[in-house]
């Protein structure tokens, strides 16, 4: 069901550890912060040359070449941002006013700077989806002039097949629209990337150093998409959109292939753990189904009251976690190290 967006007042997020030590009794030092979904173990980062701190950022310092080697795309078909979060801010100033879909659930900024731009915003669910493809080659329009898809989605974990993907990129082609694909959480699943198509004036695709790599704070992303609109988005951002420093260690993690390897199994492994250690220490009776992704797990609770207990408990013993009202949802990150797997057991105990 189709349901126009209604901005907040406020907008949440992950994070926010400062707030929650200051409304504890807890010192700052002893909170594990698992709210995020971020890597816990990101990408190593070496000293940092001197030197990167006294120049502007340079584009033949390697970085466009490093990114094409791990995307498998020419530097042309992409650009550098500063994050996904300036290009989520920026995208809607520059595609004509029209009628966006974006995910009733999903990270929340999308919506937002959509109708901060004056576009038409609605909240799409899944069987719309299924409706249009179902539809084909019989619709004569299409509802929406952009339609954004959060692959895999955070927080659902839900995850469309490329085939889909490729399907509703086909449709939107025919009808003269833009599919748009957040893909902040698909490094452990490279084969399900829709860059390759980015040719196409149709798509654009945001991928994030903040998550698989673990690196939120050097603020650095690409955004894959059609020259055109590349050449537009340029002149908003002006020169020197991501540090010199930043630079340089999204250059030399994106090169890590044996990091890469090694990082994602561990993930893998490391969400599995997180989910059975979810659904075998929280009441069967409180959980309507515990969702997992290779970077946290996403329970629905029966109730706002069992959602908001699990919280509780775990913020007594200092670990922080994200909810979603929407559907009594708890976000649950990955521990860190062993310790801090030892200590969220003995809290849900």
Not at 173 to 197: G, V, W
Request: proline residues 7%.
């Amino acid at each position: 069901m189709i349901t126009p967006y209604i901005a907040p007042d406020t907008l949440h997020h992950g994070g926010g550890l400062l707030e929650a030590a200051r409304h504890s009794n807890i010192p700052l030092t002893q909170w594990i912060d698992l709210s995020t979904g971020i890597n816990p173990n990101g990408w190593p980062v070496p000293e940092v040359p001197a030197s990167l701190w006294q120049r502007l950022p340079e584009e033949n310092d390697g970085l466009e070449q490093a990114a094409a080697q791990y995307y498998s795309q020419p530097p042309e078909n992409f650009m550098i941002t500063a994050g996904s979060q300036s290009i989520i801010q920026l995208l809607p100033k520059v595609i004509p006013k029209g009628t966006v879909w974006v995910p009733s659930e999903g990270y929340a900024e999308h919506p937002y700077w959509w109708d901060f731009s004056n576009h038409d915003v609605f909240f799409y669910q899944q069987e719309d989806l299924d409706a249009l493809l179902d539809a084909g080659n019989a619709l004569t329009m299409l509802p929406f002039d952009t339609l954004l898809i959060i692959n895999p989605n955070n927080p659902t974990t839900v995850t469309h097949p490329k085939q889909i993907l490729e399907d509703l990129l086909s449709l939107v082609s025919r009808h003269n629209k833009r599919l748009i694909i957040d893909e902040a959480f698909l490094d452990t699943q490279p084969e399900q990337s829709m860059i390759e198509h980015c040719k196409s004036p149709h798509i654009a695709v945001f991928r994030s150093l903040g998550k698989f790599f673990g690196l939120a704070g050097i603020r650095c992303g690409f955004l894959f998409t059609h020259v055109n609109l590349i050449d537009e988005l340029r002149k908003w951002t002006g020169p020197w959109a991501v540090a010199n420093p930043s630079r340089w260690i999204a250059k030399h993690a994106l090169l890590d292939k044996h990091w890469h390897i090694d990082t994602t199994n561990k993930l893998k492994s490391e969400s599995q753990r997180l989910h059975t250690l979810m659904t075998t220490l929280i009441s069967d009776s409180d959980i309507k189904r515990c969702d997992a992704s290779d970077y946290f797990c996403s329970i629905v609770f029966t109730s706002n009251n069992a959602m908001t207990n699990v919280k509780q408990q775990l913020a007594n013993r200092a670990i922080l976690t994200r909810e979603f009202t929407t559907e009594n949802r708890l976000r649950i990150g990955l521990p860190g190290n062993e310790q801090q797997w030892q200590h969220l057991e003995h809290a849900l105990a």
